[in-house]
């Protein structure tokens, strides 16, 4: 594959998307970014406060410049936000033009790690059910990736080590 290509994680909230994308940021020794710390900071507001005090319609707008935006740099590891590749425009640009991973987890892990959160406005409060209700209708939209990993059972360490076998299997370039 083409050098310079962005490597870009996504799928659900809680399936380790910053925490994996930060780490193989270092192993290929390229710029991480995490699309909604990203927007926090530059709205200096929680994403709470941004779906509490201007809504979901005005994230998603700031959502899409902003990833769009960090796509364009070269060589760059990006932790996309849970609802980000819902975007048409967003996954488009991602699939078409950068190395993308789904790291995919099974809904009871999910659930687990989200439930509750009062760090994700859409999970909190959320029944387990309509929680696996988002969990399948995002799916639909993550199973387009590039890779799937399956992260269920897997430590950190497997999941990082099952994307360095992928990516250096498909002899994709850094």
């Known amino acids: 594959m083409k050098s310079g ?14 925490s994996i994308g930060s780490s193989i940021s270092k ?28 809504g979901e319609i005005f994230f998603r707008e700031q959502e899409e410049k902003v990833t769009l935006d ?33 790291l995919k987890c099974d809904d009871k892990t999910l ?6 959160s009062t760090k994700r406005p ?11 209700d988002i969990i399948k209708a995002r799916s639909k939209y993550y199973s387009k990736a590039m890779y799937e990993v399956d992260c269920s059972g897997l430590t950190k360490n497997e999941v990082i080590n099952t994307i360095i076998k992928i990516y ?4 994709i370039k850094n």
């Open 70 to 102: 960090l796509l364009k740099k070269k060589n760059i590891v990006l932790a996309l936000g849970g609802g980000g590749f819902l975007n048409k425009n967003i996954r488009d640009e991602i699939l078409t033009n950068h190395i993308s991973f789904w």
């Open 27 to 54: 192993k290929f020794k390229k710029n991480f970014f995490d699309t909604d710390q990203f927007i926090e900071d530059k709205l200096n507001m929680k994403i709470t406060k941004i779906f509490r005090e201007k």
């Open 5 to 18: 290509k962005n490597i870009v994680f996504l799928g659900m909230m809680g399936s380790g998307k910053t």
């Open 168 to 171: 250096e299997n498909k002899k």
């Open 122 to 132: 859409l999970a909190y409060n959320a029944s387990n059910n309509e929680l696996s």
């Open 111 to 116: 659930i687990n790690r989200i439930k509750n």
